[in-house]
């Protein structure tokens, strides 16, 4: 299925450090959703973005809806060794009103070295 | 919040057998989604699931091998069919949860672990 291109595809940072991951499309989206997902569980949402340009906080991680509505980005600052996971993005489109298929990034697999 | 719950949380299944996972969300959803993630892959998409109407399919993904019942609209089961070795992956159950049907967005279960042998 249609995949979104996610970078980096695998972090090892020191505790402390900043990290910033991006993904982008071809084509545009409407809402952009990051998510991370820990060993045995499902994906858990993080930020959710809905208007080209917007720029959302959540605790310790910042994300951003691309202008061009082709791409968006998340920085987590001053990280911690919980952070470990890995870290998707998903692209949502919605046809008349109607909220439907979520396409997701390749996965940023996050590791923080205490 | 709102809550999915998925069961089983795991199963080990002989090949040629099927599996039924059963989702339950704790409110009502006019729309749930069934996606599988394959071992160290990104979550792709099977169908989507409507109350009062048959789900549809994403391209690669066929009634006979996924069907799925929505008898409500906070119940859905997907059946993996005839198992084999591919079929191993992790199923995960989601619904558009939150105030407003056009900003609300996707919430997961925690999965359903499945392998064959």
């Known amino acids: 299925g249609q995949q979104l291109n996610q970078s980096p595809q695998s972090m090892f940072i020191q505790e402390g450090e900043d990290v910033s991951m991006n993904c982008t499309s071809s084509s545009i989206f409407n809402t952009w959703l990051w998510y991370k997902q820990d060993p045995g569980e499902g994906p858990v949402l993080l930020i959710a973005l809905y208007k080209a340009g917007e720029l959302t906080s959540n605790g310790r991680l910042t994300a951003q809806f691309g202008i061009t509505r082709k791409d968006s980005f998340l920085n987590i600052s001053a990280s911690i060794p919980s952070d470990v996971g890995i870290y998707f993005c998903a692209g949502q489109l919605r046809y008349g009103g109607a909220t439907n298929k979520l396409i997701f990034g390749t996965g940023t697999l996050l590791a923080v070295q205490p | 919040s709102a809550v999915i719950s998925q069961k089983p949380s795991r199963d080990i299944c002989q090949r040629g057998t099927s599996l039924t996972i059963q989702c339950q969300v704790d409110?009502?959803?006019?729309?749930m989604f069934w996606y599988r993630q394959q071992p160290g892959q990104s979550l792709t998409l099977i169908a989507t699931a409507n109350q009062g109407s048959e789900a549809t399919y994403e391209s690669g993904f066929v009634i006979d091998k996924f069907p799925i019942s929505r008898p409500n609209l906070t119940f859905s089961t997907l059946t993996v069919s005839n198992l084999s070795p591919e079929d191993s992956s992790i199923y995960l159950c989601s619904a558009l949860l939150g105030p407003s049907s056009y900003n609300s967005p996707l919430h997961f279960g925690n999965g359903t672990r499945l392998t064959v042998t």
């Open positions: 409110s009502q959803v006019t729309m």
